[in-house]
């Protein structure tokens, strides 16, 4: 179990500016997208304003950050051997002006520390990671884009003259290291993926994780901030997935995918391969009718697990034109063909829609649906899944499925 110390910053302006490809450049103010957090009469709050925009999260004062540590450690009921304190933030702990002075104070803990995020343009001198291993930090998730420090420059506005990269070398050695990329189409793919990939094993990091670019508002970019990059177009889904098994194949450390391919937990969605059907029998027998309203990535899975399960005469599941669940807003619901829905709809958990206004759109053909909200999530993503087990991944989705069935039943019209 991990206890965050969140450091707070705000994307591209506590990372000393903005990477290119980072999902928060050039987002624009909006009409609030509406959430589950907003009163039911009124759309826009905190959470789907600011908070999604994460404009407003300001470093916190390190005093607060060790306080809020210390608290959850007294009044937790903590008894996991494997604890740990994961220094995290909006921005990059790397920037954090006290980062030292935090691990320090977190160092009398006697716990590991985990660094969150990094994309190590904070670290001027390579001497800082020495310092962080000597104080307890023992795993490192770092986003490094590539190995070639040019291209850092160029694209993570990394000006560390290589200090960084150093800093992940002996991270690598020291510690264990989560390497992430974001995979941007004719810059860090082909030839220089494959060499950041063998610097990284050579270093000796322990796990990969891609990250699909995205450029458009159907693969998330839901903030009026389209496209991020003029002209590139991201690998295609299929592309994407087979990249990851690529690289997954040719080196020597846990690789993931995301939003999706892991290839040793078959994630997301496990629970809809064919070798782990058997465990769908321990699922509830739905017995009402509903439409699962979801992402065009989950869909198929959805579809096929209810297929499984022989529960497709009564539910139907429906996908909007967003490969994010928890990124589905208004407008992609009212792109819906209402002919599709029965008259109870689920839709993600997490969704930014106003309750009120799902409802009102959904029903706008003079149907009065019930329209409600699902599960959170339904499996994990790539850099959650490369720190599970099968075994957990496969729990964990057997609970979320659960979730989503009773609220079918439910919240459905019985049939049965
Ligand atoms: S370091 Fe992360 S949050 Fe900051 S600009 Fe780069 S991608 Fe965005």
Redo the contacts with the bound molecule.
């Keep these: 179990m991990q206890i965050i110390a969140d450091v707070g910053g705000i ?2 302006k506590d ?1 000393k ?3 290119k ?5 050039k987002v624009k103010e909006q009409d609030p997208l509406g959430c589950r957090y907003c009163t039911p009469g009124t759309v826009g709050c905190e959470s789907c304003t600011t908070g999604v925009r994460e404009v407003k999260n300001e470093f916190i004062h390190p005093f607060m950050v060790v306080g809020s540590v210390q608290n959850s450690l007294m009044m937790g009921d903590i008894k996991d051997k494997n604890l740990k304190v994961n220094i995290s933030g ?3 702990v790397s920037c954090y002006p006290h980062l030292m002075e935090v691990a320090g104070a977190l160092n009398q803990f006697n716990l590991p520390m985990h660094l969150g ?1 990094t ?1 190590g ?1 904070g670290i001027e001198n390579s001497k800082m990671a020495e310092e962080l291993i000597s104080l307890g930090v023992d795993e490192v998730t770092f ?1 490094v884009f590539s190995t070639d420090n040019k291209m850092r420059k160029e694209w ?1 506005g990394d000006t560390t003259n290589g200090e960084s990269l150093k800093a992940l070398k002996l991270f690598c050695e020291t510690t264990e290291v989560h390497a992430a990329s974001v995979i941007v189409p004719g810059v860090n793919d082909g030839e220089k993926l494959y060499e950041t990939c063998s610097t990284l094993e050579d270093w000796g990091a322990k796990a990969f994780i891609l990250m699909r670019f995205a450029n458009f508002r159907n693969q998330g970019l839901i903030l009026g901030n389209e496209p991020i990059l003029d002209g590139v177009t991201p690998h295609s889904l299929e592309e994407f997935e087979t990249l990851v098994h690529e690289i997954n194949n040719e080196f020597n450390f846990r690789v993931t995918g995301t939003p999706l391919c892991d290839p040793e937990n078959d994630t997301p969605f496990a629970i809809s391969k064919e070798k782990n059907s058997k465990y769908l029998d321990i699922l509830t027998d739905v017995t009402s009718e509903a439409t699962i309203l979801t992402s065009s990535i989950a869909a198929p899975f959805i579809e096929k697990i209810i297929k499984r399960i022989g529960a497709d005469d009564l539910v139907n599941v429906v996908a909007v034109d967003q490969d994010i669940g928890c990124l589905i807003t208004q407008k992609d619901l009212e792109e819906v063909d209402l002919k599709d829905l029965k008259e109870t709809v689920l839709i993600p958990g997490r969704a930014l829609v106003h309750d009120k206004m799902a409802h009102d759109i959904l029903s706008s053909d003079g149907i009065d649906r019930i329209v409600t909200r699902g599960p959170d999530k339904l499996s994990v993503d790539g850099e959650m899944s490369g720190t599970l087990s099968r075994e957990d991944v496969l729990k964990t989705e057997l609970i979320a499925f659960e979730d989503l069935l009773e609220a079918v039943n439910f919240f459905g019209v019985r049939k049965k």
């Design positions: 994307p591209g990372c500016g903005f990477c490809y980072c999902y928060f450049r909006g921005g990059d995020y994309s343009k986003t993570v």
